[in-house]
């Protein structure tokens, strides 16, 4: 969930140097007349500059030219990957062993690493979901936050959190969860294929259709029954034609209506 101390440690680096870079030639921050003393200062004092990088961002290319640190190629590729970064509000929607799950602009859901520290020592994860503005950049063939999480103190509804779960899924289930930005910004992950549950489902439908209440039964058989008919009938539909939304709407409309008989059933015995 975070980077290697040696990935970790070159990011700093690189990030440290850019920025002190931006700073000699935007003089944000006066007076600072080394890389030692810029590293020096607080993440208060740094931020301006910080935010002046992605607002101008083609200072970059000056930087990856000047190379005023002497970094390899191979790292100052890591810098020229940076013009690509994602900066917003970001929901950070749960937490996984590999990574965080973050939903961004338009919807996008990206896998993001931490830093030195995972995230969940950042922001708990009983705080989940958490809005909050970063940057994301590409980094070592992953996606990571800068190391700046700004958290906005908003109380979500249950509602909202059902949205970014089906968001996060539907991602997940299309294979679109963002790992790189490499390329297209597509993860590799592949989508899980779905269990066949018909043949499971098909046998429980046969068994159900020999329940019968009725004539010298308890009243509560009848309406159970159905229930019980109703709701595999909705599990093999949803199984056998997951698209097919009309369906699976009418299918859940028949189950709801034998659910409430059965609790017509159940208060009458009241």
Known sequence: MILSRQEAELFYDLTSSLQYYINQKLNIVPAIGSLDEYRALT???KFPVRNALYEHIGLIDEFVRDNPQQFSQEELANVLSWKTFVRGKFYIERY???YAIFIGPEDKVYAVHGLMEPLDNIIDRSHLPQIIDTVLLPFADKVIYDGIVIRHQVFFG????EDLKEIYLAAKSRGEIIESFRATQKTTIPPKMPKNWQPKLQNLQAI???LQGGR???ALYSPVFSLIKAAIALGNLATAAPSDTEALWQ???RASRALDKTAETLQRRE
């Open 158 to 161: 249950r509602g909202l959190s």
């Open 43 to 45: 993440m208060q004092e």
């Open 251 to 253: 299918a859940f409309d």
């Open 216 to 218: 010298g039964q308890p």
């Open 208 to 210: 159900a259709e020999t």
């Open 96 to 98: 996984l062993k590999k």
